[in-house]
């Protein structure tokens, strides 16, 4: 495996603690709540974004190369326009969907969720533009080491 693989996915992985933490926070801060189902948000979060939401960035990649509208602020905001979809597979996965449910981003619960994937897509495009660019990927290494020792705290914490 190369050192950009391993890279790629640490993008991903950070990107999505960071979505974690965010999400975590804003509860708190909002609602003064404590994420107290780790497990749920975990198992309701998790598979939507390592399947769905990496393929439609991927296919987002593809799609503006394809175009030659590959820039970093069309890619920032296809991903932010992708990540509403797997705010849509949440009531799927926690098993209460219905057509009532087309209106669930717009709901409190909806939005924290649309919160945790949005700033999982912007930091996802970051590193995903400096790997692809090539730059110093020093930034956001320690933007990603900030995230995860975050979500640490937040998961001692609670």
């Known amino acids: 495996m190369k050192k950009s693989d391993l890279f790629y996915i640490w993008v991903f992985i950070s990107s ?11 509860l708190f801060l909002l609602y003064n709540e404590k994420t107290s ?4 948000l975990l198992m309701w979060t998790a598979p939507s974004f390592f399947t769905v939401t990496l393929l439609l960035f991927l296919l987002s990649i593809l799609l503006l190369k394809c175009m030659k509208k590959y820039f970093l602020w069309t890619q920032t905001l296809l991903f932010a326009l992708v990540a509403i979809v797997p705010v849509y597979s949440i009531p799927v996965l926690s098993g ?25 897509s912007l930091m996802s495009s970051y590193g995903v533009w400096i790997a692809h660019k090539r730059y110093n990927n020093k930034s956001f290494l320690i933007l990603s080491f900030v995230a995860a020792m975050i979500f640490v705290i937040i998961i001692a914490w609670n």
């Open 96 to 120: 209460f969907w219905n057509l009532t449910n087309i209106a669930f981003l717009f709901s409190p619960e909806g939005m924290l969720f649309y919160l945790c994937f949005f700033i999982s």
């Open 37 to 40: 189902g780790w497990g749920q």
């Open 16 to 26: 999505y603690l960071a979505g974690v933490v965010t999400y975590s926070l804003s």
